[in-house]
Protein backbone atom coordinates (compact mmCIF):
# COMPACT_ATOMS: atom_id res chain seq x y z
CA UNK A 1 0.00 0.00 0.00
CA UNK A 2 1.10 3.16 -1.10
CA UNK A 3 0.22 7.10 0.58
CA UNK A 4 -0.22 10.27 -1.61
CA UNK A 5 -1.65 13.56 -0.25
CA UNK A 6 -3.17 16.16 -2.50
CA UNK A 7 -4.31 19.77 -1.69
CA UNK A 8 -7.11 20.88 -3.05
CA UNK A 9 -7.99 24.76 -3.00
CA UNK A 10 -11.62 26.05 -3.09
CA UNK A 11 -10.37 29.41 -4.61
CA UNK A 12 -12.30 29.31 -8.08
CA UNK A 13 -9.38 29.91 -9.73
CA UNK A 14 -7.71 26.37 -8.49
CA UNK A 15 -9.86 24.56 -7.64
CA UNK A 16 -10.26 22.91 -11.56
CA UNK A 17 -7.10 22.11 -11.74
CA UNK A 18 -6.50 20.56 -8.31
CA UNK A 19 -9.28 18.60 -8.65
CA UNK A 20 -7.89 17.68 -12.57
CA UNK A 21 -4.50 16.51 -10.76
CA UNK A 22 -6.16 14.59 -8.49
CA UNK A 23 -8.30 12.14 -11.18
CA UNK A 24 -5.67 12.27 -13.16
CA UNK A 25 -3.50 10.36 -10.53
CA UNK A 26 -6.51 8.11 -9.58
CA UNK A 27 -7.33 6.66 -12.97
CA UNK A 28 -4.78 3.85 -12.68
CA UNK A 29 -5.24 3.12 -9.03
CA UNK A 30 -7.29 1.59 -6.22
CA UNK A 31 -8.23 3.35 -3.21
CA UNK A 32 -7.80 1.47 -0.58
CA UNK A 33 -9.01 4.42 1.87
CA UNK A 34 -8.77 8.28 1.98
CA UNK A 35 -8.79 10.86 4.63
CA UNK A 36 -9.65 14.44 4.28
CA UNK A 37 -10.08 18.20 6.44
CA UNK A 38 -10.28 20.93 5.47
CA UNK A 39 -7.82 23.24 6.57
CA UNK A 40 -8.71 27.34 6.79
CA UNK A 41 -5.30 29.80 7.06
CA UNK A 42 -5.29 33.39 7.03
CA UNK A 43 -4.97 33.23 3.42
CA UNK A 44 -6.45 30.13 2.01
CA UNK A 45 -8.83 27.40 2.09
CA UNK A 46 -8.06 24.21 1.39
CA UNK A 47 -8.77 19.88 1.47
CA UNK A 48 -5.97 18.36 2.38
CA UNK A 49 -6.65 14.37 1.51
CA UNK A 50 -4.65 11.64 1.76
CA UNK A 51 -4.90 8.59 -0.45
CA UNK A 52 -3.98 5.05 0.70
CA UNK A 53 -3.74 3.25 -2.51
CA UNK A 54 -2.33 0.64 -4.67
CA UNK A 55 -1.34 0.19 -8.23
CA UNK A 56 -3.10 -1.23 -10.94
CA UNK A 57 -1.05 -1.55 -14.15
CA UNK A 58 -2.28 -0.57 -17.40
CA UNK A 59 -0.31 -2.86 -20.05
CA UNK A 60 0.54 -0.25 -22.97
CA UNK A 61 0.70 -3.23 -25.75
CA UNK A 62 -2.30 -4.66 -24.85
CA UNK A 63 -4.31 -3.14 -22.21
CA UNK A 64 -4.78 -4.95 -20.38
CA UNK A 65 -4.37 -4.94 -15.84
CA UNK A 66 -2.02 -6.42 -13.39
CA UNK A 67 -1.02 -6.06 -9.96
CA UNK A 68 2.40 -6.09 -8.09
CA UNK A 69 2.76 -9.64 -6.21
CA UNK A 70 3.35 -6.88 -3.42
CA UNK A 71 -0.36 -5.53 -3.52
CA UNK A 72 -1.61 -6.14 -0.04
CA UNK A 73 -5.06 -8.35 0.19
CA UNK A 74 -8.26 -8.38 2.51
CA UNK A 75 -8.90 -11.21 4.69
CA UNK A 76 -11.70 -12.04 2.02
CA UNK A 77 -9.62 -11.47 -0.96
CA UNK A 78 -6.92 -13.66 1.14
CA UNK A 79 -9.22 -16.63 1.21
CA UNK A 80 -10.14 -16.32 -2.62
CA UNK A 81 -6.21 -16.12 -3.72
CA UNK A 82 -5.78 -19.01 -1.45
CA UNK A 83 -8.45 -21.08 -3.18
CA UNK A 84 -6.78 -19.91 -6.98
CA UNK A 85 -3.27 -21.33 -5.81
CA UNK A 86 -4.92 -24.64 -4.20
CA UNK A 87 -6.80 -24.94 -7.85
CA UNK A 88 -3.53 -23.87 -9.47
CA UNK A 89 -1.44 -26.44 -7.43
CA UNK A 90 -4.09 -28.85 -8.39
CA UNK A 91 -4.29 -28.71 -12.17
CA UNK A 92 -0.60 -28.27 -12.28
CA UNK A 93 -0.26 -31.91 -10.77
CA UNK A 94 -2.75 -33.27 -13.06
CA UNK A 95 -0.75 -31.50 -15.83
CA UNK A 96 2.60 -32.63 -14.60
CA UNK A 97 3.99 -29.10 -15.34
CA UNK A 98 5.37 -25.97 -12.68
CA UNK A 99 2.41 -24.14 -10.76
CA UNK A 100 3.48 -20.77 -12.92
CA UNK A 101 2.72 -22.49 -16.47
CA UNK A 102 -0.93 -22.36 -15.28
CA UNK A 103 -1.04 -18.81 -13.58
CA UNK A 104 1.70 -16.22 -12.10
CA UNK A 105 0.38 -15.26 -8.56
CA UNK A 106 0.81 -11.67 -10.14
CA UNK A 107 -2.01 -12.76 -12.52
CA UNK A 108 -4.10 -14.46 -9.93
CA UNK A 109 -3.82 -11.29 -7.55
CA UNK A 110 -5.04 -9.16 -10.07
CA UNK A 111 -8.30 -11.82 -10.65
CA UNK A 112 -8.87 -10.77 -7.09
CA UNK A 113 -8.62 -7.29 -7.28
CA UNK A 114 -10.51 -6.44 -10.37
CA UNK A 115 -12.97 -9.13 -8.92
CA UNK A 116 -13.82 -10.89 -11.87
CA UNK A 117 -17.03 -12.54 -12.32
CA UNK A 118 -16.64 -13.72 -16.16
CA UNK A 119 -14.84 -14.73 -19.28
CA UNK A 120 -15.11 -11.46 -21.11
CA UNK A 121 -13.43 -10.07 -17.12
CA UNK A 122 -10.75 -12.88 -17.77
CA UNK A 123 -10.00 -10.82 -20.95
CA UNK A 124 -8.82 -7.88 -19.19
CA UNK A 125 -6.03 -9.58 -17.33
CA UNK A 126 -2.36 -9.21 -18.17
CA UNK A 127 -1.34 -13.00 -19.03
CA UNK A 128 -4.50 -14.24 -20.10
CA UNK A 129 -4.81 -14.92 -23.50
CA UNK A 130 -6.62 -16.97 -25.99
CA UNK A 131 -5.29 -20.04 -25.14
CA UNK A 132 -5.26 -19.68 -21.42
CA UNK A 133 -9.13 -18.54 -21.16
CA UNK A 134 -9.98 -21.78 -23.38
CA UNK A 135 -8.22 -24.01 -21.36
CA UNK A 136 -8.45 -22.70 -17.79
CA UNK A 137 -11.38 -20.31 -18.43
CA UNK A 138 -14.19 -22.15 -17.38
CA UNK A 139 -12.71 -23.19 -14.21
CA UNK A 140 -11.69 -20.23 -12.91
CA UNK A 141 -15.15 -18.83 -13.58
CA UNK A 142 -16.73 -21.90 -11.55
CA UNK A 143 -14.05 -21.71 -8.79
CA UNK A 144 -14.91 -18.00 -7.94
CA UNK A 145 -18.73 -18.24 -8.25
CA UNK A 146 -18.53 -21.46 -5.77
CA UNK A 147 -16.76 -18.83 -3.34
Known sequence: MQIKTFHIRVSKEHINSDEEKLNDFLKDKEVINTFAELVKTDKIIFWSIVIAYEERIIDDKSGKITYSKETELSEDEQKII???KQWRT????????????IAHDKELI?????????????????????????????DIIALLNSL
Do not use: C, M, R, W
Not at 90 to 101: C, G, H, L, R, W
Not at 129 to 137: L, R
Open 82 to 84: DAL
Open 90 to 101: NTAAKENVPQFV
Open 110 to 138: TIVKQKVENIDDLKTIKGFGEKKIAKYGE
